[in-house]
């Protein structure tokens, strides 16, 4: 089970345990902020798991382990994409009638961090039709940027 899953002690054992993460991002809330500080070990050529890679190992493996429970896509109702950007990274939650469906998130670029909010949010949108799936065929009855400029 992924809660008996052992810290990495190396970069290629890192790589599989955030490839296996990959695959389910979409059920992890904030994934690509909470992954930060194990994505970038990655750049590094020497493998030293600091503490805030360590707590972000933990908490991605709790929050695989106690996830809410997502609701099933239903093209009878419209969708709701809620987006917010931050400096580091973007988020999406599609959710329906109430129920979440899924989240999404990804860490920004460095060239695209320095880019105004609505870029940001904007870019978060496109990367959901485009890693989205069936998600990007769907009929969005609102579309929500959470922005506090």
């Known amino acids: ?12 054992v890192l790589r599989g345990f955030l490839g296996l993460l990959g695959f389910y991002r979409w059920f992890v809330k904030y994934y690509a902020t909470i992954a930060t500080p194990l994505t970038n ?7 030293t798991l ?3 890679a360590q ?8 929050c695989l382990a106690t996830n809410p429970v997502l609701g099933l896509l239903d093209f009878n109702f419209s969708f709701v994409l809620e987006t917010d950007a931050s ?6 939650v599609l959710s329906q009638v109430d129920h979440l469906l899924a989240f999404f998130s990804k ?16 870019y978060a949108i496109i990367e959901v039709i485009k890693n989205g799936g069936n998600i ?14």
Request: proline share 2%; aromatic share 10%.
């Open 1 to 12: 089970a992924i809660v008996d899953w052992s810290v990495p002690c190396s970069l290629l």
């Open 41 to 47: 070990l990655l750049k590094s050529q020497q493998f």
């Open 50 to 52: 600091l503490k805030a």
């Open 55 to 62: 707590q972000a190992f933990t908490l991605l493996k709790q």
């Open 87 to 92: 400096a580091m990274a973007i988020g999406v």
């Open 107 to 122: 860490k920004l670029y460095n060239k695209m961090q320095g880019d105004s909010m609505y870029i940001r949010e904007m």
């Open 136 to 149: 990007s065929l769907v009929n969005f009855s609102r579309l929500l940027q959470i922005n506090k400029a």
